[in-house]
């Protein structure tokens, strides 16, 4: 009994002890709450690494990273921002970031762009996050849609570059091959994800090349527009050179369709794709000797080829306890020393903003730089030529004017569409004219009509 | 001082009623009082529209085809839980070797994480590289791979893999049921001459009928409002339009449309059809003297 009351008596004076020295130290240390989108191992590692060294510079700061799927984010924002509780920075969808600055929840990054330099980063990279004289948005950096194809297989066949979607699926129709003479299709053409996300990536892509426009400065939606019908019998012919059950297809398993030698071509190909055929190709055949890029063809009514650009912007959120020492650790982020550790995590797809960082031998050093030299290229051609948008932007007007786009997003209208042209066999006018009754209703809705 | 038993009783139960209000009568009052509104899912945009949601959905394809799918996947999915949880049931009721090892087994499906189980279904499902296809066309029962996550099977996937996953609470109930029955009812059966198939139609069936009452409402409830299963199985991919039920066209207009005024009115809808439901399989099931 008496060892009981002695141990109590112990433990005691240890919390005591522990709340007395502790207690300040921990109040003392400001934390900042990070949510980023690179799940992978190694961006994560990179991420961790780069806290650390900041941490040590600044004892007084903890940095909370936390990466984030990206099915979770916007719901955890805006959770996030409802309850009064928003995290220091986070990653977002471009639309995100347009929709968020519009109900003015978001701080200004200036400080930091000034920092790096407003001249050394990148044109197109200032479009994403700038609203009229302040940048809302930081992009932490680019990567384009890309149209990945067997360039072994499209030399046996004699196939060049399409330049239109007819050439395109010319090649897709050569490119699907009863490879062992069973009959049966062993590889087929084009691959492409079925989900929500990507369908909506590569309507605005098309919608783009064809010349179109989704939504018209009043906000109407333009689903009806020839060229969307346009857009939308070119879905139904892709189709047919599509591995069956394409629509249950995720991004990563049209890569699997790529590197298991199932898919010939894919058109929502990344630079991060480059990774995972070095981890899951025949080694012999892990190279742009096998797989290659080309440039993305443009539609019947379009004069230019067109593409996404995967460039989240780091926010900062009106509401958060720490905005000063956010903007010290996105400075720190970009410093070239570190930033240059985090883009080399996925070499291929990350593009650095900075014009500093993407001319400097350390970068130009990278192994898969060297090896994939050709995807990067496209990547910058797209970029250089403004040929790239955000996820369903068609103009860089559309991002400060239409902020309804992250709901056009999530509400799957589009793919919905798309379903019910290439699954359903639902005329393109009659499903085009069911969207645009439901997104006029959705617009309507958010209180944007001006129609 | 000393309080009338009564006044001790009301004090008793007073922290049970508190919380059973604040907890399941406040959030229900509040989901029905939302529905009466046009409201932003988390910014304070908020305008009172009386009954035009409901209305609204009333006249909207796709509400309808969302219950269709619901009720097609929901009566499929506890009709097949019924019949396999049943047989295995009446499997692991006989004696026989490893009998405790199967019934362990049996329940794996109940305790594997719904996340987990669907990740490792849809690698089994996959049609160019998965198992199920692999096997399929290794026996010879089909020519070509089966687009399992497909427009045209993902339900019948997402049956299976429900029923895959919820029959052992079946198992369970039944079984535990099962090893009530006085044996002698059996034997008395024997003696007047009926097969195993008249024993069970004649006795066993009669003796489960109150546990298949609970069960069959238990799960008819929790399939009608089952969300994760159905959500990770595509979590928005093409496919899911053909496997919207309900609950996820609920989640769909309250965290992707951001309308959560619409959202609580399926979530209201969904609980009247219950009620209707429930009510209904009462009158028919349950005879007076039992209640």
Known sequence: MKKKKKLIVVIGFVCLFSMILGGPTLAAKKVIHVWHTETNPVSREAIANIVARFEALHPDIKVEAEALAWGDLEGKIMAALAAGSPPELSHGQPITCAALQEKGLLLSLDEVVKSIGEDNIWDQIKKVGKYGDHYYGLVHAAGTSLLVYRKDLAEKKGLKNPKTWDDLLHNAKELTMDTNGDGKIDIYGLTIPGDNLFINILMGELTKANGGILFDSKNRPHFTDETMIQTLKFWKELTKYLPPGWEGHGYRETFANMYGQKAAMMYQGYGRGASLIEQYAPAHMASTDYYDVWIKPRGPSGTKPAAQVDEEPWMMFKGCKYPNEAIEFLKFFYKDENYLEYIQTVPIHFFPITKSLRKSSAYHATPMIKKWKGWLDVQEYYLDNDLVKPTLVIDWEDMAGKPYLMEILGSGILKDMVMEVTKEGVPPEKAAAKAQKRAEELVKDKGYAKW | ?291
Not at chain 2, 239 to 258: D, G, H, N, Q, S
């Open chain 2, 1 to 291: 001082m000393r309080l009338s038993s009564q006044k001790t009783g009301m004090l008793l139960i007073a922290p049970a009623i508190i919380l059973i209000c604040s907890l399941l009568v406040y959030p229900v009052l509040y989901g029905v009082w939302l529905s009466l509104f046009k409201k932003h899912s988390f910014f304070p945009d908020q305008r009172f529209v009386g009954l035009a949601n409901y209305f609204y959905l009333l006249k909207n394809s796709d509400f309808w085809m969302s219950v269709w799918y619901g009720t097609v996947y929901s009566v499929s999915t506890i009709v097949l839980q019924i019949v396999v949880g049943v047989i295995a049931a009446l499997i692991v009721n006989e004696a026989f070797r490893g009998r405790n090892f199967v019934r362990g087994v049996i329940l794996f499906p109940y305790v594997i994480p719904t996340v987990v189980a669907i990740i490792l279904w849809k690698w089994l499902l996959n049609n160019q590289f998965g198992l199920v296809n692999y096997l399929m066309l290794s026996v010879g029962i089909i020519e070509d791979p089966v687009s399992w996550m497909g427009k045209d099977h993902i339900m019948t996937s997402l049956i299976i893999i429900s029923v895959w996953e919820f029959f052992p609470f079946v198992v369970l109930s039944v079984l535990a049921r099962m090893q009530t029955i006085p044996p002698t009812l059996y034997e008395a059966a024997q003696v007047d001459g009926a097969g195993p198939i008249r024993r069970f139609f004649h006795v066993t069936l009669p003796q489960l009928r109150n546990v298949l009452f609970v069960v069959i409402l238990l799960r008819s409830i929790w399939m009608f409002t089952k969300f994760d299963t159905v959500w990770l199985l595509t979590q928005g991919g093409g496919a899911e339009k053909y496997i919207r039920t309900l609950p996820v066209y609920a989640y769909m207009r309250t965290f992707m449309y951001y309308q959560a005024g619409l959202g609580s009115t399926l979530a209201v809808i969904m609980f009247i059809i219950l009620i209707i439901s429930t009510a209904i399989y009462f009158k028919m099931f349950r005879r007076e003297e039992e209640i």
